[in-house]
């Protein structure tokens, strides 16, 4: 097996940061380089990673530092400034376990050439019953191709120009390099942990800006982005959109537009809340809370996601020069 890049875009991640880089230099197998994109941060994340190279002699590592354009344009400059053969790439928040590239690389090189890349098993080392505030990413069984914990080789990511979305681009550089005619697997002994994080529930309505970019995603890989992600416009928010509409129109319309209106929200509602509540501990303040966001966020991701796609958002790629890279 070649040579090795970990690719790792980072955003405000001081805190978490030197924890990864420690991960990686506790490796079974060293990456042969560790590129680290800072995209934007307004925090100190560029010192701790300087201080890192040099408190960890075994990683060679490289800090680009770039004005914030997403997670995607971030990982397709990792990707040019990369010189290994394979790309990994992993989190600034996750933590490798420590045969996680020896693993990941042997399957790659037991699958062959027609396979360009392996996601790994993503847990998320949930000690407690999370909350509604627990953010949790896990990938047990594959098929999400997760960027915490996938390799792919650099020459097919640049065949098919790298990544092409600012948001949700793991997907979309994964059904770009399916959609050729390459295959993906899974393997579970590669293992990252990434620990759950507390935050606000109400962040969901900051996060929904990111659904401009979902209409862009669809629109390059309808096929498969409805086969793994579902629809743009999942059934049970447009049935609760449907409903307040109809609901509001009851004033001038009558009250059988009420009566309409609350059915497609009864049918809608309890998907969403079950959605969010699904294994999680909370309280009936939690649930009054889930039940509002339910009414909500409907009406905030339709609005970005048809803003997206009547406007569409501009794509990101692999620079075209060094002197970009």
Known sequence: MGSVTVVIATYNQAAWISRTLHALASQTRLPDQVVVVDDGSTDNTAEVVTTCSQ???LLVVELVRQPNGGPGAA???GIAKARGEILAFTDSDAIPRPTWLEEGLKRLEREGDECAGVEGRVEDDQ?????????????LHG???LTCNVFYRRALVEQVGGFHTRFRED???????LEAGYRI???????????????????????AKKRRNDALLWSRHRRLA????GSLYPPSEI???VGELAVLSSFLLGALWAIIGLVFILVGLPRLVLASLEGRQYTNRDYLTVLIIGLALPAVNFYYRTSGALHKPATVGLPQSKAEA
């Open 226 to 229: 409805h086969a793994h992600l």
């Open 185 to 207: 697997v899974f393997e579970p002994l590669a293992i990252v942990d990434h620990p759950p994080r507390e935050g606000s529930v109400w962040e969901v309505f900051r996060l």
């Open 127 to 139: 000690k407690d019953p999370p909350t509604i505030r627990t953010h949790q990413i896990h990938n």
């Open 143 to 145: 098929g999400r191709y």
């Open 171 to 177: 997907s979309d550089l994964a059904f770009s390099l």
């Open 55 to 57: 408190d960890l002699p």
């Open 239 to 241: 049935l609760v959109l």
């Open 75 to 77: 990982r397709n400059r």
